[in-house]
């Protein structure tokens, strides 16, 4: 599990005094727009996906100040588990897919806001470790059913989950092949993955034939990122396609 954090919260966002308080009511936003992590942002990331990323940011910060003094900073439960990007979706009112790409950009080192650490997950108790007085006798039951099925012919049996991430995979790229701009090809398998979990890959594929056809009098420089155009699910929305107008005849005079 990771466990995010806003990078220099204590230093950055608080002062002498604001430390001292158990909770807050609101917290210090750095002026001007000349840091190396808002030009980064800007210049770095497609517009749409930058003031998303913003917007996440501030919402992550206004939910993060009104935690109690250890935890501010943290996005952490008070069991003291990390919280989910699920859970910080539904806190900020954010689309989760808008909400991780937002992380990723985040993180990036080029912006360097959010940083995430991997916490190893709390252990439950073993199922061998029965306590003393509990009722169970240990022993009963040991040894049944030992050796059933032993001998039967299991070469060449794949693992089914691995068969179907292995297509999925494979449907992704498809996919990716299929847009007319290819652009920042990691996010875009991530959002192209997202939208295959509902959508199947050919029906996507007709859509971006459809589409590829509708902008091939455009500039592909000015086209969304693949990324963008899936996170959105822009591939769900109907096609429109626009013919160039007929050139006007010359006249003979």
Known sequence: MKLYEIKKWSEVFENADSRKRQ???????PSGCDSSGYLGLMSEFEPAEAWQ????????????ATMTKDLRGKFQNTDGTPMTTKRLALIVRADLSILERSLEILMD???????????PPICQQSASDVPQNSGFVQGQGQGQGQGE???????GSE????EKEKKLKEDAERVYQNYPRK?????????ITKALKVTPADQIIEHLKLYSESVK????????HPATYFNEGRHLEPVEIIT???????SMI
């Open 23 to 29: 909770r807050l009511g609101f917290y210090y936003m």
């Open 53 to 64: 990323a913003y917007g996440i940011f501030v919402a992550l910060c206004q939910h993060t």
């Open 109 to 119: 080192q080029r912006v360097a806001w959010v940083s995430a650490v991997d916490v």
């Open 149 to 155: 099925g032993q001998g039967e012919d299991i070469v």
């Open 159 to 162: 693992d089914p989950l691995k």
């Open 183 to 191: 652009k920042c090809k990691q996010p875009a398998l991530k959002a």
């Open 217 to 224: 009098y455009k500039d592909h420089n000015y086209l969304p």
């Open 244 to 250: 160039p107008p007929k050139p006007k005849p010359q």
